[in-house]
C-alpha cells in the first residue's frame, strides 16, 4: 500500500490533492538543492507534465490535478517555469515560491507530514517495553489527534463536492473515543496510535479520491468508523 503525506496547515489553504502534490514537490526540490542540480534564475526547480502527476498519484484524475496545481500557483505556493532545451517539450518546471514558503512551516506534522512512506502498523497482541502497562491515557494528544481527522474529513468531502452532516462532538464522543480508550493504549504505543491516526487520514483521502462510482463519496463518519477499514489495508 502507498502512504502520501501532507501538511495540514497547506491543505486547509487549497485542499488535500494540492497539498498532496506541493509536499512531493518540496521533497524534490529540497533533493535538487542538495545535490545542487536545476538551479535557474535564483530558484530551485523540478518538472514534471500533468500526466505524470497523475500517474505519480493514481487516486486523482487529470482534471484533479490541473486543479490541484492551478490552486498551488494562485495561492502564490509554487510558480511554473519554461526551461526546456527543446520547443516541442511541453513539459512545466515548478519552483517554490520562497516568500510564501517563509510563511508555513516545514516541520513535520505531528500525525501526516513525513518526507518518507511511512509503513503499515499492526496493533501488537502485547505491550512492548515502550509502553507500559500503567501508562496513562493521552487524553490531550487523542483529542488533537482527532481535531486534525476532523480537518481532513471535511476538507476531503469540499474536494469533491459533497455535503458532510456528521456531527463532530457526536463522532468524538461515540466513534474516536471508544475507540482510543484506556484499554488501546495497554496493548499500543503512542508511535502506534499517531501512526493509526495517519492511516485513518490516508485511507479518507484514497477512498474518496477515486474514478467512477465511490460508495465512499456519501458516507458519513459513524458508518466509518464502523468498518474501520484502513486496518485492512
Same mark, same amino acid.
Given at each position: 500500500m502507498s502512504v502520501y503525506? %501532507?501538511?495540514? =496547515?497547506i491543505a486547509e489553504l487549497v485542499g488535500v490533492n494540492a497539498a498532496t502534490i506541493y509536499?512531493?514537490?518540496q521533497f524534490w526540490i529540497n533533493k535538487n538543492k542538495a545535490n545542487n542540480n536545476n538551479y535557474k534564475d535564483g530558484n530551485w526547480w523540478i518538472y514534471n #507534465?500533468?500526466?505524470a502527476w497523475? =500517474?505519480?498519484f493514481p487516486f486523482m484524475t487529470i482534471r484533479a490535478v490541473r486543479t490541484a496545481l492551478q490552486k498551488l500557483i494562485d495561492a502564490g505556493l509554487i510558480e511554473k517555469g519554461e526551461y526546456n532545451a527543446k520547443g516541442y517539450d511541453k513539459t512545466t518546471?515548478?519552483?517554490i515560491c520562497q516568500n510564501r514558503q517563509m510563511d508555513l512551516s516545514e516541520t513535520a506534522n505531528g500525525f501526516v507530514n513525513n518526507d518518507k512512506p511511512i509503513p503499515v502498523s499492526n496493533p501488537v497482541s502485547n505491550p512492548s517495553n515502550d509502553c507500559p502497562k500503567e501508562q496513562s491515557h493521552p487524553t490531550e494528544l487523542v483529542e488533537k489527534a482527532f481535531n486534525h481527522f476532523w480537518k481532513v474529513w471535511k476538507q476531503t468531502k469540499k474536494d469533491i463536492g459533497k455535503v458532510?452532516? #456528521?456531527?463532530? =462532538? #457526536?463522532?468524538f464522543e461515540k466513534k474516536w473515543k471508544p475507540m482510543f480508550n484506556k484499554q488501546y493504549f495497554k496493548t499500543h504505543?503512542?508511535?502506534q496510535f499517531k501512526q493509526e491516526v495517519s492511516d485513518i487520514c490516508q485511507f479518507v483521502v484514497d477512498a474518496h479520491n477515486v474514478d467512477g462510482f465511490?460508495? %465512499? =463519496?456519501?458516507m458519513q463518519t459513524g458508518k466509518f468508523f464502523n468498518e474501520k477499514q484502513w486496518r485492512d489495508q
Amino acid at each position: 500500500m502507498s502512504v502520501y503525506s %501532507f501538511d495540514t =496547515e497547506i491543505a486547509e489553504l487549497v485542499g488535500v490533492n494540492a497539498a498532496t502534490i506541493y509536499h512531493n514537490m518540496q521533497f524534490w526540490i529540497n533533493k535538487n538543492k542538495a545535490n545542487n542540480n536545476n538551479y535557474k534564475d535564483g530558484n530551485w526547480w523540478i518538472y514534471n #507534465s500533468v500526466k505524470a502527476w497523475q =500517474e505519480l498519484f493514481p487516486f486523482m484524475t487529470i482534471r484533479a490535478v490541473r486543479t490541484a496545481l492551478q490552486k498551488l500557483i494562485d495561492a502564490g505556493l509554487i510558480e511554473k517555469g519554461e526551461y526546456n532545451a527543446k520547443g516541442y517539450d511541453k513539459t512545466t518546471w515548478y519552483a517554490i515560491c520562497q516568500n510564501r514558503q517563509m510563511d508555513l512551516s516545514e516541520t513535520a506534522n505531528g500525525f501526516v507530514n513525513n518526507d518518507k512512506p511511512i509503513p503499515v502498523s499492526n496493533p501488537v497482541s502485547n505491550p512492548s517495553n515502550d509502553c507500559p502497562k500503567e501508562q496513562s491515557h493521552p487524553t490531550e494528544l487523542v483529542e488533537k489527534a482527532f481535531n486534525h481527522f476532523w480537518k481532513v474529513w471535511k476538507q476531503t468531502k469540499k474536494d469533491i463536492g459533497k455535503v458532510d452532516t #456528521s456531527p463532530k =462532538e #457526536s463522532t468524538f464522543e461515540k466513534k474516536w473515543k471508544p475507540m482510543f480508550n484506556k484499554q488501546y493504549f495497554k496493548t499500543h504505543t503512542i508511535e502506534q496510535f499517531k501512526q493509526e491516526v495517519s492511516d485513518i487520514c490516508q485511507f479518507v483521502v484514497d477512498a474518496h479520491n477515486v474514478d467512477g462510482f465511490n460508495r %465512499f =463519496e456519501n458516507m458519513q463518519t459513524g458508518k466509518f468508523f464502523n468498518e474501520k477499514q484502513w486496518r485492512d489495508q
